[in-house]
């Protein structure tokens, strides 16, 4: 695999930014998140333990088109 299995997209136009997650050789969209609990909720119902630890680690997560934990408009 190449690149973190979590990525968090660039902002939308409206705020939020889209969560997908790598796994079983296919992305699946977690859903939109508009902060650092919303992701750590989609990931702890993705099977993901301990999300809070990762959030900061590239190995895991890839923050797309923005600063990391910032959900504001685009």
Do not use: K, N
């Not at 859903?31 to 909720?41: Q, R």
């Not at 999300?51 to 895991?60: F, I, K, M, S, V």
Request: hydrophobic share 40%; aromatic share 6%.
């Amino acid at each position: 695999m190449t690149g973190a299995p979590i990525v968090v997209h660039r902002p939308s136009l409206s705020a939020g930014r889209r969560v997908t997650v790598h796994s079983s050789g296919r992305d699946e969209i977690l859903g939109t998140a508009y902060s650092d609990h919303d992701l750590v909720v989609f990931l702890e119902g993705a099977g993901v333990a301990e999300p809070e630890a990762l959030l900061d680690d590239p190995q895991w997560v890839e923050w797309r088109g923005g600063h990391a934990h910032e959900f504001h408009a685009a």
